[in-house]
Nanobody, 119 residues
């Protein structure tokens, strides 16, 4: 089972980006999906996560600017980022707790996607 993140790029302050994270392989269920970010010289921090049933949690800095969602049929999670600020510049990582075909759970990380916000 693998996680593949995509959607990062360069955007001007105030702009938007949509990140995607798709799990592939023999999956029974993805329990929780989340997004973290790590800026240069800083610790990795939670951006948002979402449970299988759709309960969402956001980092305090999000302040209504980002929306996490998921499509369980596609094994894909999304992070819609609006009103981006320069301080949102970071590598964004998706993670997920996945039950494989044998119902064994694994915590996986995607490879990271770079988001750069210019002023």
């Amino acid at each position: 089972v693998q996680l593949q993140a995509s959607g990062g790029g360069l955007v001007q302050a105030g702009g938007s980006l949509r990140l995607s994270c798709t799990a592939s392989g023999k999956i029974s269920r993805i329990d929780r999906m989340g997004w973290y970010r790590q800026a240069p010289g800083k610790q990795r921090e939670l951006v948002a996560d979402i449970t299988y049933s759709g309960i969402k949690k956001y980092g305090d800095f999000v302040k209504g600017r980002f929306t996490i969602s998921r499509d369980n049929a596609k094994n894909t999670g999304y992070l819609q980022m609006d009103s981006l600020k320069k301080e949102d510049t970071a590598i964004y990582y998706c993670d997920a707790y996945i039950l494989n075909e044998f119902l064994r759970g694994d915590h996986l990380w995607g490879q990271g996607t770079l988001v750069t916000v210019s002023s």
